[in-house]
């Protein structure tokens, strides 16, 4: 499965932006799909997941109650609602695909380029 990731961009701190995963290639509903994200400097990290159904979803505590990941098989798509932003969400944030359902692990197997995201103080 290929996939897009967009969306990012810069923000002020207390703002908000979506940012959409894009997949083809292979049926986007047989995945389970997660959000990762890299600051400079640092490891990537976990940020949320989701399983094939949106009946299970994983966020990490660094972003539990300011961002929603969300999914629509019928669009191939992902989402990461990402509301109250602070400048420690600055990152390149990335979508991963995996057929198995695993949240807050780093094993996937497809990803997807980063989209940018900057939030200033």
């Known amino acids: 499965v290929q996939l897009q990731a967009s969306g990012g961009g810069l923000v002020q701190a207390g703002g908000s932006l979506r940012l959409s995963c894009a997949a083809s290639?292979?049926?986007?509903?047989?995945?389970?799909m997660g959000w990762f994200r890299q600051a400079p400097g640092k490891e990537r990290e976990f940020v949320a997941a989701?399983?094939?159904?949106?009946?299970?979803?994983y966020h990490a505590d660094s972003v539990k109650g300011r961002f929603t990941i969300s999914r629509d098989n019928a669009k191939n798509t992902m989402y990461l609602q990402m509301n109250s932003l602070k400048p420690e969400d600055t990152a390149v944030y990335y979508c991963?695909?995996?057929?198995?359902?695993?949240?807050?692990?780093?094993?996937?197997?497809?990803w997807g380029q980063g989209t940018e995201v900057t939030v200033s103080s």
């Open positions: 989701i399983n094939r159904s949106s009946s299970s979803r």
């Open positions: 991963a695909a995996d057929r198995v359902y695993l949240p807050g692990s780093r094993e996937y197997d497809y």
């Open positions: 290639g292979r049926t986007f509903s047989n995945y389970a």
